[in-house]
């Protein structure tokens, strides 16, 4: 069974930075590609960035791009994102997401569509 476990949300003042991690367990050869996304209350849910986890390859949204890192510990079966300077419109729910398919490097990176297993999400909120 695979599980994607997600952690270290939290609350943070606007330009604070914060990072969360996401474990998987189980059938550890669906992480060939991992992603983190988020949704906001009301909003649909939207890709920040992926890895492709055997290159170390990464594609981030432009919103996120020079703030937010991925990266990743294979020994650990860990993905983090650094997410730094953080701002008011960063709060959401935050995924992590898994796929063992070869997607193209591309915007597909980011689409929620490509990934079949999930966690269940860690609150970030950004506020003063």
């Known amino acids: 069974q695979v599980q994607l476990v997600e952690s270290g949300g939290g609350s943070v003042q606007p330009g604070g930075s914060l990072r969360v991690s996401c474990v998987v367990s189980?059938?550890?050869?669906?992480?060939?590609?991992m992603g983190w996304f988020r949704q906001a209350p009301g909003k649909e849910r939207e890709g920040v960035a992926a890895?492709?986890?055997?290159?170390?390859?990464?594609y981030y949204a432009g919103s996120v791009k020079g703030r937010f890192t991925i990266s990743q510990d294979n020994a650990r079966n860990t993905v983090y994102l650094q997410m730094n300077n953080l701002k008011p419109e960063d709060t959401a729910m935050y995924y992590c997401?898994?796929?063992?398919?070869?997607?193209?490097?591309?915007?597909?990176?980011?689409?929620?569509?490509?990934?079949?297993?999930w966690g269940q999400g860690t609150q970030v909120t950004v506020s003063s």
């Open positions: 997401a898994a796929d063992s398919s070869p997607v193209p490097y591309s915007d597909r990176w980011l689409s929620p569509r490509e990934y079949p297993y």
């Open positions: 189980g059938y550890i050869y669906i992480r060939k590609r």
């Open positions: 890895i492709y986890t055997a290159a170390g390859s990464t």
